[in-house]
């Protein structure tokens, strides 16, 4: 993702927030407990549902991103730190954090196999990770819409996957599903897991 991207994303993303991500957002972290890590933060739109916990890094390859963040984490009532990194290598030891929070990430990852394995190792055993994610759907035309016009998306959209099987993969590096929301026509899943199945 890179300059353009960060400028707009907020204004883009608007209607959207506004018409019911937010809500989604406000429930799904209402969840986020303890020491938080959120992976690929953006321009921070997560921060202010932060209320619960006790404190939260948050990180994202895009400088621009972050440098976009930083505002939003002093109206916030939690400490809100944010750095540069890579979901795929994240520079935190075995079991750190109580929970693992990704929105809209995982389609964007270039490598969510290692992002996830990441995530499984710095969350501790009894940690569970939060994910707000749009997903490729089961209907066989919408599906394949959907991988039709994932080529031209990702160029357009920062690398984002229209047609990624984020659940599929979440199972795969080895977390417990343990709820499964869908909204929007199972377009999108919020999903929460447990890290030790
Ligand atoms: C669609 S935005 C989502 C931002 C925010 N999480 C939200 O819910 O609005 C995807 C974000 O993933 C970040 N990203 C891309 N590659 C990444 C990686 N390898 N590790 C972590 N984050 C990554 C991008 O920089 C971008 O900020």
Known sequence: MGRWCAAFYDTVMAPVERGGFQAIRKQLLRHARGKVLEIGS??????????????VIALDPTPAMVERSLPRTTQVAVPIEVIVANAEALPFP????????????????PDPCQALY?????????????????????HPLVGRLQDWL?????????GCHLNRNTLALIKQAGFEVTCIEPH???LFLVIEAKAAG
Do not use: S
């Open 42 to 55: 953006g321009t921070g739109v997560n921060f202010p549902y932060y209320t619960e916990a006790e404190r």
């Open 94 to 109: 075995d079991h750190t954090f109580d929970t693992v929070v990704g929105t809209l990430v995982c389609c964007t990852i």
């Open 118 to 138: 990441e995530m499984r190792r710095i969350c501790k055993p009894a940690g569970k990770v939060l994910f707000f994610e749009h997903v490729r759907v089961h």
């Open 150 to 158: 994932t080529p031209l998306w990702k160029r357009m959209a920062g």
């Open 184 to 186: 929007y026509q199972e």
